[in-house]
């Protein structure tokens, strides 16, 4: 049985989701402000956490930016913020998808689903993976080459597992928008162009000739291990 951890200091909203995700089988655990979020994210290692931004003691987003320094747990935000800045913010933390409120828990589960696929790791594809002089651990979110480590962000990160289980295939802008940010009103492919840009100068020997992120020009970007 999955473990969810909601966030939110609105009793009502807790116990509307607790009731659906019960329903659909997930156990859940709750907390009601920010330090008490990080308090049983760490305690309970839920396997998903659907989280509030307008928390009290510590904001959500600050929540999800010190949750992302130490793990990959799947992250939906659940917010009364329908402002875009808010949205792309939390994307760019990490989160895997943001629904606002008013919202529908149908909505809200059928998200929780998708989330859960994506971070299902395929068969034959381990959370540790090396390629060139590149070793990477996704779940530890840590990254050598040629045994010094290298910074990544969330989004980096999912970005290279994405291409990781999909080596060789050429993949498009919208379809690394959609499986990797999971949310496919995002306002621009440029936002997949630039975390390209990011990799390569950060896992290719010479970023302007790449031997393993390679552009398909009119269609998108291929791993080449």
Not at 113 to 135: I, K
Request: charged content about 25%.
């Amino acid at each position: 049985m999955k473990t969810i951890l909601v966030v939110d200091d609105e009793p009502k909203i807790v116990g509307l989701a607790r009731d659906y995700l019960e329903h659909a089988g997930f156990s859940v655990v709750s907390a009601s402000d920010g330090p008490e979020a990080l308090t049983r994210a760490r305690a309970d290692h839920p396997d998903l956490i659907v989280l509030d931004l307008g928390l009290p003691k510590l904001d959500g987003l600050d929540v999800a930016r010190a949750l992302r320094q130490t793990s990959s747990v799947p992250i939906v935000i659940l917010s009364g913020r329908a402002d875009e800045s808010d949205k792309l913010v939390g994307l760019e933390l990490g989160a895997d998808d943001y629904v606002t409120k008013p919202f529908s828990p149908k909505e809200l589960l059928a998200r929780i689903h998708s989330v859960l696929r994506r971070a299902q790791t395929p068969e034959g594809r381990g959370q540790q993976y090396t390629f060139e002089n590149v070793s990477v651990d996704f779940n530890k979110m840590e990254l050598t080459q040629g045994g010094i480590q290298v910074s990544l962000t969330p989004h980096e990160f999912k970005l290279l597992r994405y291409f990781v289980r999909n080596p060789e295939r050429v993949i498009s802008r919208d379809e690394l928008l959609n499986e990797v940010w999971g949310y496919n009103c995002y306002p621009s492919t440029r936002t997949v162009d630039n975390h390209l840009v990011n990799l390569r100068q950060k896992l290719e020997k010479d970023p302007l000739q790449p031997n393993h992120f390679k552009t398909v020009h009119g269609v998108g970007y291929k791993f080449v291990p």
